[in-house]
Every structure is written in C-alpha cells, then in structure tokens.
Nanobody, 123 residues
Framework: VQLQAFGGGLVQAGGSLGLSCAAS????????MAWFRRAPGKERELVASISRRTGKTYYADFVKGRFTISRDNAKNTVYLQMNSLEFEDTAVYYCAGTARELGLQSISSYVYWGKGTQVTVSS
C-alpha cells in the first residue's frame, strides 16, 4: 500500500492543524494506521494509532486530549487533528500502516510508510 501525507505547515502555538494520509494500492480497511513523528535530534516516536478492525485508538501521553486520530475507509484516508499545538510538537509527521490488529504501539509492526510532512509550531 502506498501512503501520502498532506497538511503540514507553520502554525502558532495554541493553534490547530489537520493532517491527512491517503492510501492506495490495497484495500484500506485491511490496515491499521498510525501517525509517528520525528523531532530534530530525536528518535521517531508514535503519536497515535487506530486499528483496522475495531477502530480502537491509542494516543501517546504527550498528545492525549489534544490530538485526534480518525479514519474514513470509504475515502482510504486517515486523519490527525492537532489542537492546542505546542512548540514541542514541531516535527516531521509520518503516517504508517500495518496489517496487524494488535501490537500497534511498536514501530516494528509497521511495514508501510509515507513520506513525512513538516509541522512547525512557532512559540
């Protein structure tokens, strides 16, 4: 499956930004999806995931209550709505996919990766 992320940009602290990731190539509903990010000088980290079968979501502690992951299987798209953005949210954001239903908190579960989209939050 091919993944392409959209929606990055520059936003002021406290503002909102929405990312989307379009999938193609294989039936989207067969894949659990996630958003990761990598800030300068840091490792890639999981932001949020959503499972393929039950739609169960997971959020990293640092985004709970601020970010929302969702998916629209009819549009083959996964979304990340980011509110109350902080300077520390500045990073390249990646969408990723896996055929697994479980183990979604492990980066090694993900086989398919999109090119990242830059999110910059000004303080």
């Amino acid at each position: 499956v091919q993944l392409q992320a959209f929606g990055g940009g520059l936003v002021q602290a406290g503002g909102s930004l929405g990312l989307s990731c379009a999938a193609s190539g294989r039936p989207f509903h067969n894949y659990s999806m996630a958003w990761f990010r990598r800030a300068p000088g840091k490792e890639r980290e999981l932001v949020a995931s959503i499972s393929r079968r039950t739609g169960k979501t997971y959020y990293a502690d640092f985004v709970k209550g601020r970010f929302t992951i969702s998916r629209d299987n009819a549009k083959n798209t996964v979304y990340l709505q980011m509110n109350s953005l902080e300077f520390e949210d500045t990073a390249v954001y990646y969408c990723a996919g896996t055929a697994r239903e479980l183990g979604l908190q492990s980066i090694s579960s993900y086989v398919y990766w999109g090119k990242g989209t830059q999110v910059t939050v000004s303080s």
